[in-house]
């Protein structure tokens, strides 16, 4: 494949690569068959639709993509359970994962309960203290008190803790969607599309998507006794939270969930997402942006350095004080995280450096490393490599670590073939994040397996300097519509990156240094065009000082389109990631 527009090293060192033939005429039969304009054609194409489910893709409804909740394995058993704790009174409790998916779940099943005027048990394990998941003496003191417990997120491995649970009188369901073994734990329900013997289950749920269709079941079941249930509608901003927060392929239903759900955002009515968005300075309409890099991040800070609880807490409270305070203290604990993680980065991106970068897998492992950041550092270094990648804090002897995978790499596949082959303690997960835990013995060769297991997959063929571009674009072209037209293919995300496009031969007209080390920018075609533009931490390379001290120089540009809402006027703007001389 050519460069594109012949730019094979760009200001920030990469590569441009464009669509391959096949989609490129795709994207041209589309435009000519449907009318819709050309990039977004280009969208629909690289997306694999056809010309004639052009119309219906671009509306996702629920009502088309939402799976038979019945299709899945213990369903029905999950929903009669927990119908009977209702109607018998009983206790339940609550046993969620620390994480945003984990908090959101249980808010879901919190709020189902709380319709019917029936409180539950929250019960979140400590990241540090307790691990991931079902551990026995916290099943065992949830069991000595509650009828029911269901864990969320979580549980689809967790034998022991089961068994503990089971053996002291209290009944467990798992809703999770982490990836199963061969053998599943003594629960009265293991609802979970990633259960080794669902066939046609939809795996790319997270656990919020899970919980989600029990209540859709419920709310069958009720209906059919002539029962009335909560609005789920209502609940689909939580569904939307989980599903960006936990980087869910936004394909299928998830497109439904988080279209729909960033709507019912948008109106503000749950308190805690209120307090959330004010905290986060979110001045716009929600998108999935929002939900993935504000929102998201300060609800697991409280999982990852503070109370397990706090999230969880805070998208459950009606009350608007509490969410409020809840939400500075997240707000707080998210800026402390932030400089945990930029310490861990730089010494883990310098180890995985001298190791170097070119493997199937990208790792790095230290003594002190905080458990509750290595998962994003390995998000940190997976994006600046383009390979699966694994991030370990030791304490002692024992290692706690989290890795991050690139699309078209199962990784945790990869690590629970590790915990079966015993190259390390225990590890699990889905395919694009997974954790693990394994001794100081085990870190090289474990590493050395896993790197060898991805190798399988293909990691590591994909040039880590490849910056993907969907078509061109002149000025002229951007307009507030045409950038809607293009969201409306979308949501992006996981699984279905927004297109990238590039401006070819534009003069830089305007620059102004914003921020730390941000750039802001004014382009034209040498017509009467011309666009705003802003580059996020431009001068991290040479991207900012070329662009910055130009000389009149012509430039290839390229980047993201989006909205820049200012006083009231709406403008397009390009989120600018690359650039390089025309001359080029």
């Given at each position: 494949m050519?460069?594109?527009?012949?730019v094979?090293?760009s200001l920030?060192g990469?590569?441009w690569?464009?669509l391959?033939?096949?989609?490129?005429?795709?994207?041209?039969?589309?435009?000519q068959?449907?009318n819709?304009p050309a990039?977004?054609?280009?969208?629909?194409?690289?997306r694999?639709?056809?010309?004639?489910?052009?119309a219906?893709f671009?509306?996702?409804?629920?009502?088309?993509?939402?799976?038979?909740?019945?299709?899945?394995k213990?369903?029905d058993?999950?929903a009669?359970?927990v119908?009977?704790?209702?109607?018998?009174?009983?206790k339940?409790?609550?046993?969620a994962?620390?994480?945003?998916?984990?908090a959101t779940?249980?808010?879901?099943l919190?709020?189902w309960?709380?319709?019917?005027q029936?409180p539950v048990?929250?019960?979140?394990?400590?990241?540090i203290?307790?691990?991931?998941?079902?551990n026995?003496?916290a099943?065992?003191g949830?069991a000595?008190?509650h009828?029911?417990?269901?864990c969320?997120?979580c549980?689809?491995?967790?034998?022991?803790?089961?068994?503990a649970?089971?053996?002291?009188?209290?009944?467990?369901v798992?809703?999770?969607?982490?990836?199963?073994?061969?053998t599943?734990p003594?629960a009265?329900?293991v609802?979970n599309?990633?259960r080794?013997?669902?066939?046609?289950?939809?795996?790319?749920?997270?656990a919020a998507?899970?919980?989600?269709?029990l209540?859709?079941?419920?709310?069958?079941?009720?209906?059919e006794?002539k029962?009335q249930?909560?609005d789920?509608?209502?609940m689909?901003?939580l569904v939307?939270?989980?599903?960006?927060?936990d980087v869910?392929p936004l394909?299928e239903?998830?497109?439904?969930?988080?279209?729909?759900?960033?709507?019912?955002?948008?109106?503000?009515?749950?308190?805690?997402?209120v307090?959330l968005?004010d905290v986060?300075?979110?001045?716009?309409?929600p998108k999935?942006?929002?939900?993935?890099?504000l929102?998201?991040?300060?609800?697991?800070?409280?999982?990852?350095?503070?109370?397990?609880?706090l999230?969880a807490?805070l998208?459950a409270?009606t009350d608007?004080h509490?969410?409020?305070?809840?939400?500075?203290r997240?707000d707080?604990?998210?800026?402390?995280?932030?400089?945990?993680e930029s310490?861990?980065r730089?010494?883990a991106?310098?180890?995985?450096?001298?190791?170097?970068?070119?493997?199937?897998?990208?790792?790095?492992?230290a003594?002190?490393?905080?458990?509750?950041?290595?998962?994003?550092?390995?998000?940190?270094?997976k994006?600046a490599?383009?390979?699966?990648?694994?991030v370990?804090?030791f304490?002692g002897d024992d290692?706690?670590?989290?890795?991050r995978?690139?699309?078209?790499?199962d990784?945790?596949?990869?690590?629970?073939k590790l915990?079966?082959?015993?190259?390390?303690?225990?590890?699990?997960?889905h395919?694009?994040?997974?954790?693990?835990?394994?001794s100081?013995?085990?870190?090289e060769?474990?590493m050395?397996?896993?790197?060898?297991?991805?190798a399988?997959?293909?990691?590591?063929l994909?040039?880590p300097?490849?910056?993907?571009?969907?078509?061109?674009?002149?000025?002229?072209?951007?307009?507030?519509e045409?950038i809607?037209?293009?969201e409306?293919?979308?949501p992006?995300?996981?699984g279905?990156?927004?297109p990238?496009?590039a401006?070819?031969?534009v003069?830089i007209?305007?620059?102004?240094?914003?921020g730390?080390?941000?750039?802001?920018?004014?382009?034209g075609?040498?017509?009467?065009a011309?666009?705003?533009?802003?580059?996020?931490?431009?001068?991290?390379?040479?991207?900012?000082p070329a662009?910055?001290g130009?000389n009149?120089?012509l430039f290839?540009?390229?980047?993201?389109?989006?909205l820049?809402?200012w006083q009231g006027?709406v403008t397009?703007?390009?989120?600018l990631?690359?650039?390089a001389p025309?001359?080029?």
């Amino acid at each position: 494949m050519s460069d594109f527009l012949n730019v094979a090293a760009s200001l920030t060192g990469r590569r441009w690569v464009g669509l391959d033939i096949e989609t490129a005429r795709a994207a041209e039969a589309m435009a000519q068959i449907t009318n819709l304009p050309a990039p977004v054609c280009t969208v629909l194409a690289r997306r694999g639709v056809a010309p004639q489910d052009a119309a219906r893709f671009l509306e996702p409804t629920l009502r088309d993509l939402l799976p038979d909740p019945r299709g899945m394995k213990d369903m029905d058993t999950a929903a009669l359970r927990v119908l009977q704790a209702l109607d018998k009174g009983q206790k339940v409790a609550i046993f969620a994962d620390y994480d945003v998916d984990g908090a959101t779940s249980a808010t879901l099943l919190i709020d189902w309960f709380r319709f019917f005027q029936r409180p539950v048990t929250l019960y979140i394990p400590d990241r540090i203290d307790e691990g991931y998941g079902p551990n026995v003496p916290a099943m065992e003191g949830l069991a000595e008190a509650h009828d029911l417990i269901i864990c969320v997120d979580c549980g689809t491995l967790s034998h022991e803790p089961i068994a503990a649970a089971k053996a002291k009188g209290a009944d467990v369901v798992v809703l999770d969607h982490h990836l199963g073994g061969e053998t599943l734990p003594p629960a009265v329900a293991v609802v979970n599309p990633n259960r080794q013997d669902e066939a046609d289950a939809p795996g790319y749920l997270c656990a919020a998507g899970v919980v989600f269709l029990l209540l859709v079941e419920l709310g069958r079941v009720l209906r059919e006794a002539k029962r009335q249930g909560p609005d789920l509608i209502a609940m689909l901003d939580l569904v939307a939270l989980g599903t960006v927060a936990d980087v869910a392929p936004l394909i299928e239903a998830n497109r439904a969930f988080v279209r729909q759900g960033l709507k019912i955002m948008a109106r503000r009515t749950r308190p805690g997402l209120v307090a959330l968005g004010d905290v986060s300075r979110m001045n716009e309409a929600p998108k999935p942006y929002h939900l993935g890099f504000l929102l998201g991040p300060r609800v697991n800070a409280g999982g990852r350095i503070g109370k397990a609880d706090l999230g969880a807490r805070l998208l459950a409270t009606t009350d608007a004080h509490e969410a409020a305070s809840i939400a500075a203290r997240l707000d707080e604990l998210n800026s402390e995280r932030r400089e945990i993680e930029s310490a861990v980065r730089d010494a883990a991106l310098v180890q995985a450096e001298d190791r170097g970068l070119e493997a199937p897998l990208v790792w790095a492992a230290a003594e002190g490393w905080h458990p509750g950041v290595v998962g994003i550092v390995a998000s940190r270094l997976k994006e600046a490599t383009n390979r699966p990648a694994v991030v370990i804090g030791f304490d002692g002897d024992d290692g706690k670590g989290s890795g991050r995978s690139v699309s078209g790499v199962d990784l945790g596949a990869c690590i629970q073939k590790l915990a079966a082959e015993g190259l390390i303690q225990k590890g699990g997960g889905h395919k694009m994040a997974a954790g693990l835990s394994l001794s100081r013995d085990q870190l090289e060769p474990a590493m050395d397996r896993l790197s060898d297991l991805l190798a399988k997959q293909g990691a590591g063929l994909g040039g880590p300097a490849d910056l993907k571009i969907d078509t061109l674009l002149m000025p002229g072209a951007v307009t507030p519509e045409l950038i809607e037209q293009i969201e409306a293919a979308g949501p992006f995300g996981a699984g279905a990156p927004g297109p990238r496009f590039a401006f070819p031969d534009v003069k830089i007209h305007f620059t102004k240094r914003i921020g730390t080390g941000h750039l802001k920018i004014t382009f034209g075609d040498g017509l009467s065009a011309r666009m705003d533009a802003i580059a996020f931490g431009a001068f991290d390379s040479d991207l900012g000082p070329a662009l910055e001290g130009h000389n009149g120089a012509l430039f290839h540009l390229a980047g993201r389109l989006e909205l820049n809402s200012w006083q009231g006027r709406v403008t397009p703007q390009l989120r600018l990631e690359d650039a390089a001389p025309a001359s080029a």
